[in-house]
């Protein structure tokens, strides 16, 4: 399996080129293209109740497809639903977990799942609930603006707003709390933060969905009644 990202960092696409009999899982509606000698199964990827998990708690789609390569050399293009980035991020047995809506694709040996996150989850749209990915293999995620990486060193410490957190590693230990003081966090537009405390990587991306929103949706038109 090989992977080519283009157009980064505004509009990227990744390219995944399969061997005959590899297979890669991808959330419902990011294929682009694909070539033949390719099919495609949908189904929950573990049952009813773990695809309403990732769906309804996760903020992913109930069905993924799956993607089967019968010949050498079949490829499958990807891209996500908001312009941004793409990082192949390889697992070697090892656990990371996704914020809502950041997984693309993931070879079928990567199981996702929805992880419960009690009080030091994030509150606001992305409930309390995050994506627990776990296994070895490719791992394809995506981000609303351009993705910046960090590898946090042991005891290092690093706050981010909600909104841009992409994913980290199962080492990285995070607490949610409010920016300044409860003025600063209701007044100054920033909302909640998360700390995070290496050691571990973290991605981070450079706009959020949620700010996006909040410009937008004040200025779409007023439906009036007659």
């Known amino acids: 399996m090989q992977t080519e990202i283009k157009f980064s960092p505004a509009f990227a696409a990744a390219t995944v080129r399969l061997d005959a009999g590899e297979s890669v899982q991808a959330e419902a509606g990011a294929m682009v293209a694909m070539s033949p000698g390719m099919t495609i199964q949908t189904d929950t990827r573990g049952g009813f109740m773990k695809g309403l998990k990732r769906s309804v708690l996760g903020g992913e789609s109930f069905f993924m497809n799956t993607f089967h390569a019968d010949q050498a050399g079949a490829e499958l293009v990807l891209a996500p639903t908001l312009p941004g980035d793409i990082v192949q991020w390889d697992l070697t047995g090892q656990t990371v977990y996704l914020a809502s809506g950041c997984y693309l694709a993931s070879a079928t040996t990567v199981?996702?799942?929805?992880?419960?996150?009690?009080?030091?989850?994030?509150?606001?749209?992305?409930?309390?609930?995050?994506?627990?990915l776990t296994g070895s293999g490719l791992l394809l995620v995506s981000s609303y603006g351009a993705i910046q990486a960090m590898e946090l060193?042991?005891?290092?410490?690093y706050t981010v707003d909600t909104g841009h957190m992409v994913g980290w590693g199962e080492g990285v230990q995070f607490e949610v709390k409010k920016f300044g003081g409860w003025k600063s966090t209701i007044l100054g537009g920033e909302g909640l933060v998360v700390q995070l405390t290496g050691p571990g990587r973290i991605y981070l991306q450079t706009r959020s969905a949620e700010d996006f929103l909040g410009w937008l949706i004040p200025k779409l038109p007023k439906q009036t009644g007659n």
Do not use: C, E, T, Y
Not at 111 to 132: E, H, I, P, T
Not at 153 to 157: I, L
């Open 153 to 157: 060193a042991p005891g290092q410490q």
């Open 111 to 132: 199981d996702v799942d929805s992880k419960w996150g009690g009080a030091k989850s994030f509150f606001g749209a992305d409930g309390l609930f995050m994506l627990r």
